[in-house]
RNA sequence: GGUGGAGUCGCCUAGUGGCCGAGGGCGCACGCCUCGAAAGCGUGUGAUGGGGCAACUCAUCCGUGGGUUCAAAUCCCACCUCCACCGCCA
């Protein structure tokens, strides 16, 4: 959620937001207006509040006849102040309905436009050459008794996989390298639940235009969380805080509809209903958040240098921003098969957007309360082995096992096992 | 799932319709005292929103949401959470 007060003050900023998300510019007139409404019903209600306590006093006071004639006048206001307060709360709501529609303020420098209009920023590492025909993760997968598609479809469906032998393995030793790494850093280790209430899902800005990727457990009115950014976000959820930063990293399950990606990556681990990742989340003053935000994808680069990947960090277009992100920067790796980079992780810079919805505040140098900035960042996930697979592969069908994840896996080399 | 009990300021607690515009204690902050500290004494002490340059001021908030009433922490209804016991269970 954006702050009212800044928009009263520079509202010119919201609508050069929207611009560069491709978004409607003109709510910021209707929300001018709506708090305008909003404020003055307020002030009614307030003072008709006020006449009405102190006339309640007078009352309790007053005997026989004079009561009576009181009495009368004080349903009278007791009438106005309800029909006030209905006012101001309806005025309210509404202004907080459309509020919440509207998606985090742009950070200056990201790039405008949608999807495509990234801008690549750094490319680390080169691809592979083969001197062979590279197989594709699923093969190698296969072959090496790693990944089990089709009884992931014969047991939950399409897009479901089981991880088996050395694949399961691979995804600890890969999850465990990732929390060592941040835990080393300082940050807290957390494994948070995956079903969350609604406010935590709708706090984190997941029930708004992405909605439709979120599954739902209309039974119990939980959802099942797509990244551990929901339940490390809802952590502290109403509480004001101090010793900022506070650095979490969560490992957990992560479940996702993916609706509207018929057709897309259907073949293999690339785009799954369920997976498993490691998330650092931070919460930190506001005017350090870009700062934080750097640093996190530093981390993250430190662990896609670890298991030997070459890929490329992208800044992401206004367009392409999640709902609470102000800046999104991504990691993508080399996938040989498909001649072309594919994310591997995802920092965004949230900003104060998530915190004002969850009331996550910490005191300023004034001792006033001021919501926190948020950030998350991805450090490992499922679909890394499909980059460690292809482009590690050997001409053998063989796969090379990155040096930091051999002491995990306990081998070198991951070998074809007979059928 | 059932039955019973409980949820009041950071923590503990008082509070059974108007004197609650929530009292007290602890903690914390500041001051006095002291060579310094402890003890003692004094003062202050939340959140959210509105108005104001500001000191300040007004409203709301007693688990949550409704309701009754001129007036609700207090009465009524529903829900949530916690505790205890019972039942069921990977």
Known sequence: MIDLRTLRDDPERLRVSQRARGEDDTVVERLLDLDERRRSALSSFESLRAE???FGRSVSKAQGDERQKLLDRAKELAQQVKEADAEAQRLD????????TVPNIVEEGAPAGGEEDYVVLETVGT???????PKDHLEL?????????????????????YLTGVGAQLQLALLNLAMEQAIGYGFTA???????????MEG??????????VYQLPQEDLYL???????????HMNEIISDLPRRYVAWSSCFRREAGSYGKDTRGIIRVHQFDKVEMFSYCDPADAHEEHLRLLEWEKEMLAKVELPYRVIDTAGGDLGTSAARKYDCEAWVPTQKRYRELTSTSNCTDFQAR???????????RTRPVATLNGTLATTRWIVAILENHQQADGSVLVPKALQRFLGREVLEPVAK
């Open 357 to 367: 919805r969850l009331s996550v505040r910490h005191r300023d140098g004034n001792g």
């Open 141 to 161: 997968g296969e072959a090496l008794g790693a990944i089990d598609m089709e009884r992931g479809a014969k047991v939950a469906g399409a897009r479901f996989f």
């Open 190 to 200: 957390m494994v948070p639940p995956v079903l969350v209430k609604p406010e935590a």
């Open 93 to 100: 709501q509404e202004l907080t309905e459309l509020l919440r």
């Open 204 to 213: 984190t800005g997941f029930l708004g235009a992405h909605a439709a990727e």
């Open 52 to 54: 009405q306590k102190s």
């Open 225 to 235: 969380v797509g990244t551990s950014e929901v339940p490390l976000a809802g952590y």
């Open 127 to 133: 691809p592979p050459t083969f001197a062979f025909e």
